[in-house]
């Protein structure tokens, strides 16, 4: 069984629409977050959940929103995608006050 | 605010040689540092960890790193390199607490015969 899975793996959209990728994790972890990964490989935390509460918020744009419906899953929808918002989305867990991450296999976003 | 450094942004090593992947990193107190590998089209992996205690410290794969306070540095090292280690390391540190884990910005590594 994957650890962390995210779905889809890969995203093609059109600029202005609205989109969501989700994660799961059933690693029994409390702690989730999501990583952008742009295309000079530099990664960046966006958000982190701990026990479905925000703990993270970087300087993200309010149009990315996650959604943490359990401990297990944290999903993030991004509004009116822009061409800038291409990059690879990473999720991943790991038990607070660890650095041990677990990282799902990437969403790779495409605006055109 | 923590920051890490990766000097090299692509090293090149033939099969069989040794190598050592440079990790520099800011903060005031020891942080906690780690190394991370991702493999093509792959998410991240965790190599290895230091939080305290003995200064080299093992990881999978037959890589180890050692802590040199004195350097603020963190380098990953490996006696022998095999053609599957080509891959993009990242370095990462974070401090004790509710904080995230912050990367360097990678070293390429390609193997070559």
């Known amino acids: 069984d994957t650890a962390v899975s995210q779905t889809p793996k890969y995203l093609v959209t059109q600029m202005g629409n609205d989109k969501s990728i989700k994660c799961e994790q059933n690693l029994g972890h409390d702690t989730m977050y999501w990583y952008k990964q742009d295309s000079k490989k530099f990664l960046k935390i966006m958000f982190s959940?701990?026990?479905?509460?925000?703990?993270i918020n970087e300087t993200v744009p309010n149009r990315f929103s996650p959604k943490s419906p359990d401990k297990a899953h944290l999903n993030l929808h991004i509004n009116s995608l822009e061409l800038g918002d291409s990059a690879v989305y990473f999720c991943?867990?790991?038990?607070?006050?660890?650095?041990?991450?677990?990282f799902g296999s990437g969403t790779q976003l495409s605006v055109l | 605010a923590q920051s890490v450094t990766q000097p090299d942004i692509h090293i090149t090593v033939s099969e069989g040689a040794s190598l050592e992947l440079r990790c520099n990193y800011s903060?005031?107190?020891?942080?906690?540092l780690f190394w991370y590998v991702q493999s093509p089209g792959q998410g991240l992996q965790l190599l290895l960890k230091?939080?305290?205690?003995?200064?080299l410290v093992q990881g999978i794969k037959g890589f180890e790193a050692e802590f040199k306070r004195s350097q603020s540095s963190f380098n990953l090292r490996k006696p022998s390199v095999h053609w599957s280690d080509a891959a993009e390391y990242f370095c990462?540190?974070?401090?004790?607490?509710?904080?995230?884990?912050?990367f360097g910005k990678g070293t390429r590594l390609s193997v070559i015969a």
């Open positions: 959940y701990n026990n479905k509460e925000l703990i």
């Open positions: 991943a867990s790991s038990h607070l006050d660890s650095g041990k991450l677990f």
């Open positions: 903060y005031g107190a020891t942080p906690y």
């Open positions: 990462a540190v974070r401090t004790p607490g509710n904080t995230p884990l912050v």
């Open positions: 230091y939080f305290s205690g003995d200064t």
